[in-house]
């Protein structure tokens, strides 16, 4: 592969970098926020800082949040560092697994390029450790062991004296916040390089649609819009942050709902295998010819999903030619990479796909971005559902046009007035956040406060719950200044089988919430049955 060199940046790019090698120097540095728009030439002020370090013969860690954005980075790493670049991921058999962490040990290479288990391997001296996309949840570890890949890269990055970048077009909101008070060194980049503008953004009424007529998942505007590209050539990516056909199924007579029986969760319709799946386990069940409760056969599919979206522009657009990209069609060994390369060549005019296609992707004939429910996130069950739905919007819209004006974006939503859209439209990040930020502050939400949620999970439902309302007690026992709100425990869905209770307890401040919540949790596991295990979780942005 032919060497690239570095390229002349922009004055912001300049501004940046010239920051960002003061901060090399700091003896205590301090972690730095890079916000940049889609397109604003992160990447490259990635590889430049990375290319100091490698001169004082150090080594650097590139995270990325998800295994479908590391070839495209890798790619472009290795034009420039050639051989030091090397790429680790669950993907991974155990073997080539091994031989990267010898390698790293053994200082043959400099450079690794992987998802959040890439801050682990054994490398003698790390001088920068570099998130991309760092508002991504995917850092945040939810199986044993636990933690948020965020801290951990921090106190890595203070433990080697190494400079800790995180980059992003749209920071969440925590690092946002930190970095405004001066805990973090911010730097923003308000301008796309070479040029290029930000799409225009258009937003959909789907409930004037659906009353004039249109059922489709697809707005006539949308439609219409594919129709052109097509006409010349262009690509156009749709994003639905949803795989399957159908996201539940329900009989029409009694109005029961299919779900499955290790989680208490509804299953979702899988067309092309004709069967249910639950996306938490992995179960499979077949498809009910009739209702299991009343016997009736009005089975019935609602919602959309992935596969329902590939379905019906299949029929609306019979010329073109269509890819989907989500967990179903990934789960084998470079799968990422086959999709991406066959869109990337031209192989395909549509990219259908989940939030894997949403984010760090450069393709200059991406002309067209379809946001086809942007309502999904914004009704979560979660206090960061406008943040999460907002962002989600930006980083899909940062898909389109990335190399002139022609980009579209089209947001199709039941909520139009929705401030997050209205935000969203005018790619106003700063105006949205002061928004959010104060109705957070109303509400007492994180940053304002801190709240632990405690998850106690256990097979036996009895145990379980005797185990959660025994903490809740000792945890009001403990609190002899009162400085703590607990609420629960409130019992949740069963997952993979297991009896789960949740207790959260908010404070205002963070140090006095955990001396109370950490040694009260630390002596119940140590004096309960093992049966019941208890989960800890500080300010997690999902809770159930």
Not at 119 to 133: N, R, W
Not at 494 to 500: A, L
Request: charged content about 25%; hydrophobic content about 40%.
């Amino acid at each position: 592969m032919e060497r690239t060199q570095p390229f002349t940046p922009t004055a912001e790019q300049a501004a940046a970098l010239s920051a960002l090698h003061r901060e090399l120097e700091q003896e205590e540095k301090k972690p730095v926020l890079l916000h940049g728009v889609t397109g604003s030439g992160k990447t490259e002020i990635y590889m430049q800082i990375i290319a100091e370090v490698l001169a004082r013969g150090e080594q650097a860690i590139v995270l990325v949040p998800e295994i479908a954005l590391t070839p495209l980075l890798a790619e472009r790493f290795v034009s420039r560092f050639g051989d030091a670049v090397s790429v680790t991921h669950s993907r991974l058999s155990m073997g080539e697994r091994v031989d990267q962490w010898k390698k790293a040990r053994d200082g043959e290479i400099s450079v690794v390029i992987g998802a959040r288990s890439a801050l682990f391997l054994p490398f003698p001296k790390v001088g920068a450790i570099i998130m991309d996309e760092a508002h991504e949840n995917s850092y945040v570890s939810d199986i044993t062991p636990k933690y948020d890949t965020k801290d951990v890269a921090a106190a890595l990055a203070k433990r080697y004296g190494a400079l800790f970048l995180m980059g992003t077009a749209t920071p969440d909101f925590i690092s946002y916040y930190k970095a405004k008070q001066g805990e973090f060194l911010l730097l923003e980049l308000k301008e796309r390089t070479g040029g290029g503008v930000l799409p225009r953004m258009l937003v959909t009424d789907m409930r004037k649609e659906l009353a004039e007529g249109n059922r489709s998942a697809f707005g006539r505007a949308l439609q219409a819009e594919i129709r052109r590209n097509l006409e010349k050539g262009e690509q156009t990516m749709l994003f639905l942050n949803r795989r399957g056909y159908a996201t539940f199924v329900s009989c029409r007579s009694c109005g029961h709902v299919m779900k499955c029986p290790e989680c208490d969760l509804t299953y979702t319709y899988h067309a092309k295998e004709h069967a249910l799946a639950c996306h938490y386990c992995g179960r499979r069940a077949p498809l009910p010819k009739v209702c299991p409760v009343c016997g009736s056969k009005y089975i019935r599919y609602f919602g959309t999903g992935t596969q329902k979206i590939e379905e019906e522009a299949g029929k609306l657009f019979p010329e073109a030619r269509i890819l989907r990209m989500d967990l179903d069609t990934t789960l084998t060994k470079h799968s990422h990479e086959k999709i991406l390369a066959a869109f990337a060549a031209g192989e395909a005019d549509i990219l259908i796909g989940t939030q894997m296609i949403a984010k760090g992707h450069d393709y200059p004939n991406v002309t067209l971005v379809g946001i086809m429910a942007a309502d999904l996130s914004l009704n979560a069950d979660s206090f960061t559902a406008a943040e999460t739905g907002f962002r989600l919007m930006l980083q899909a819209a940062g898909r389109a046009g990335r190399r002139d004006d022609r980009g579209r974006v089209f947001l199709q939503t039941y909520q139009p007035q929705h401030y997050a859209v209205q935000y969203a439209a005018k790619q106003d990040y700063e105006g949205f956040y002061e928004e959010e930020m104060l109705m957070r502050q109303m509400m007492g939400y994180p940053p304002f406060s801190a709240f632990f949620s405690i998850l106690l999970t256990g097979a036996a439902q009895e145990e379980a719950a005797q185990a959660a309302q025994e903490l809740a007690e000792r945890l009001a026992q403990a609190d002899e200044e009162e400085i703590a709100t607990i609420l629960g425990p409130t019992a949740l869905p069963k997952f993979r089988g297991e009896y789960r209770y949740q207790i959260i307890v908010k404070a205002a401040e963070e140090e006095p919430l955990r001396q109370l919540v950490l040694p009260t949790a630390e002596r119940m596991k140590k004096e309960r049955n093992r049966n019941v295990r208890v989960g800890l979780a500080l300010n997690p942005t999902n809770i159930v």
